[in-house]
């Protein structure tokens, strides 16, 4: 419509998608929160789990990562922190996880496959789904317009337990 010129309808038109846009999106995000609600996984397994190929909607433990996570859990209770588990796993010559997936899906490997960073190991130390729960709503856009995910106040998750294989037990977790 552009490409013909603005007239005096454009800002109708533009007034119109607009409300068709917000529209499909109240119904998505009403659809994905009925979903959550019924402990269904709203993300992509963690990794460390894939999808089950005979069931979409279920995650299995993918032994090779699983493995992984639970040396870092290990080295965790051993007293160590994520950069120097990150530096462990670094030594020890442990593709990190963009190159272990790089390689299991056949893509292009990254430059650096072996140089672990802390924040990842900090962050799979604090996923609670290696426990074998769901974890949904952990965040939230505030409209359609805005891409940003902001965090969800911790009140507001949605946990279901036992969803999933554990790969640590909740002890170790806690």
């Known amino acids: 419509d552009s490409a013909k010129g603005d007239n005096d309808f454009t800002p109708f038109r ?9 529209d499909t999106s109240k119904k998505v995000r009403a659809i994905k929160k009925a979903q959550g609600m019924a402990g269904e996984h ?14 979409r909607k279920k995650w299995i433990v993918d032994e090779e990562a699983a493995a992984v996570v ?4 290990d080295l965790c209770i051993a ?9 462990a796993l670094t030594a ?14 056949g893509k292009a490997m990254p430059n650096n496959l072996y140089r672990w960073d802390f924040k990842t190991i900090a962050g799979i130390l ?9 974890v949904n709503f952990k965040t939230y856009s505030k409209s359609h317009k ?9 009140e507001n998750y949605r946990i279901f337990p036992d969803t999933q294989p554990a790969i640590v037990n909740r002890n170790v977790f806690e």
């Open 79 to 87: 007293g160590k922190g994520p950069m120097q588990i990150a530096k």
């Open 126 to 134: 604090e996923r609670p789904e290696y426990t074998g729960c769901t």
């Open 92 to 105: 020890d010559k442990v593709l990190t996880v963009k190159a272990y997936y790089a390689k299991r899906d």
């Open 42 to 55: 709203l993300t992509k397994p963690p990794y460390g789990y894939k999808v089950d190929p005979n069931d």
């Open 70 to 73: 639970k040396k870092i859990f």
């Open 14 to 22: 533009n007034l119109f998608n607009d409300f068709y846009a917000k």
């Open 146 to 154: 805005l891409k940003k995910r902001l965090q969800n106040a911790l």
